[in-house]
């Protein structure tokens, strides 16, 4: 089997990892959940962590074939549509992403004129659907419980498994979004688990837990059912579903969580200018007096 060559970037304000993941025979590679830098205050944003990943590619001679998404994103803005325009390749994340875009269409009320078909995406990958890198071969395994539309992507001896599994001593990925589902995400690990021992899984985040001081970006599938505290090969469904609902309720909404949504489920573009010009991101508000 063909091993494919992973590098890491590290976003310190989102605590997230992405990959630049190449065919050493070819030089070809897919990028894998990229990061816009935003600066919610004054609702600027900039591609300094987009344009590390740029110079590497272009440092080291790469050909860009994907740029993909696990799911659509609650922590931080993508950067897929900057990277394809400086780097070419097509984007691509699982076909449920319709389902995201019909929840958090009505959620943000983004009317008519936003489709969702997943047409903002070059290709939506069902359950299985293979690809290639290069020489590498790939494969589509969705993976969803967090979101509807979690995409692990299995490349070689490699997987990327977005924010379904963390390292083992940080556990899962919460539940508590529209569509997730701890019972779903239990059924997801499961076809993790089922991976090859051997093979190397790589993080979208971390977060440092407590004892830890380095953050950690990779681990293997038998260290998850061996080691993962929260879900391994020995937990049962109703353990988990047990313990993930109650350690999901009150959860705070992550950071960015409106901006991010309302972007990455345009595959990483802002919402449509309006009269003036401008773009605009909205915040839905609960409570108080919408006349006062």
């Given at each position: 089997?063909l091993k494919?060559?992973?590098?890491?970037?590290f976003?310190?304000?989102?605590n997230?990892?992405?990959y630049i993941?190449t065919?050493?025979?070819?030089?070809?590679?897919?990028?894998i959940?990229?990061?816009?830098?935003?600066?919610q205050?004054?609702g600027?944003?900039r591609?300094?962590s987009?344009?590390?990943v740029?110079a590497?590619?272009?440092?080291?001679?790469?050909?860009?074939?994907?740029?993909?998404e696990?799911h659509?994103?609650?922590d931080?803005?993508s950067?897929?549509?900057?990277?394809?325009?400086?780097?070419g390749?097509?984007?691509?994340?699982?076909?449920?992403?319709?389902?995201?875009q019909?929840?958090?269409?009505?959620v943000?009320?983004?009317?008519?004129?936003?489709?969702?078909?997943g047409?903002?995406?070059?290709?939506?990958?069902?359950?299985g659907?293979?690809?290639?890198i290069?020489?590498l071969?790939?494969?589509?395994?969705?993976?969803p419980?967090?979101?509807?539309?979690?995409m692990?992507?299995v490349?070689?001896?490699?997987?990327?498994v977005?924010?379904?599994?963390f390292?083992p001593?940080?556990?899962t990925?919460?539940?508590?979004?529209?569509?997730?589902?701890a019972e779903t995400?239990?059924?997801?690990?499961?076809?993790?688990?089922?991976l090859?021992?051997?093979?190397?899984m790589f993080?979208c985040?971390d977060?440092?837990?407590?004892?830890?001081?380095e953050?950690?970006?990779?681990?293997t599938v038998?260290?998850?059912?061996t080691?993962?505290?929260?879900?391994n090969?020995e937990?049962?469904?109703?353990?988990?579903v047990?313990?993930?609902n109650?350690?999901?309720?009150?959860?705070?909404?992550?950071?960015l969580?409106y901006?991010?949504?309302q972007?990455?489920m345009r595959?990483g573009?802002?919402?449509e200018?309006e009269?003036?010009?401008?773009?605009?991101?909205?915040?839905?508000l609960?409570?108080g007096?919408?006349n006062?």
């Amino acid at each position: 089997m063909l091993k494919p060559d992973v590098e890491h970037f590290f976003d310190t304000d989102t605590n997230t990892f992405t990959y630049i993941v190449t065919c050493p025979e070819t030089k070809h590679c897919a990028i894998i959940d990229s990061v816009a830098d935003f600066d919610q205050p004054d609702g600027r944003v900039r591609y300094d962590s987009a344009d590390r990943v740029i110079a590497r590619i272009q440092e080291r001679g790469l050909v860009v074939e994907w740029v993909l998404e696990s799911h659509v994103h609650a922590d931080h803005l993508s950067a897929a549509p900057y990277l394809r325009r400086a780097l070419g390749g097509k984007m691509g994340i699982g076909e449920e992403i319709i389902s995201v875009q019909d929840i958090f269409g009505k959620v943000f009320n983004a009317g008519p004129d936003f489709p969702r078909d997943g047409r903002q995406f070059d290709r939506l990958f069902g359950d299985g659907d293979t690809f290639t890198i290069g020489k590498l071969e790939a494969r589509a395994l969705h993976t969803p419980g967090h979101t509807p539309a979690c995409m692990s992507y299995v490349i070689g001896d490699a997987v990327f498994v977005g924010d379904t599994l963390f390292m083992p001593d940080f556990g899962t990925a919460r539940c508590d979004f529209p569509g997730g589902s701890a019972e779903t995400l239990y059924d997801s690990a499961q076809k993790l688990f089922a991976l090859p021992g051997e093979t190397r899984m790589f993080m979208c985040h971390d977060y440092l837990p407590d004892g830890r001081t380095e953050f950690c970006h990779q681990t293997t599938v038998a260290e998850q059912r061996t080691k993962n505290y929260q879900l391994n090969a020995e937990t049962s469904r109703e353990e988990f579903v047990a313990m993930r609902n109650a350690r999901d309720e009150g959860n705070a909404a992550p950071r960015l969580l409106y901006p991010s949504v309302q972007v990455n489920m345009r595959a990483g573009h802002m919402p449509e200018s309006e009269d003036n010009g401008r773009s605009y991101l909205k915040i839905p508000l609960t409570g108080g007096d919408s006349n006062a």
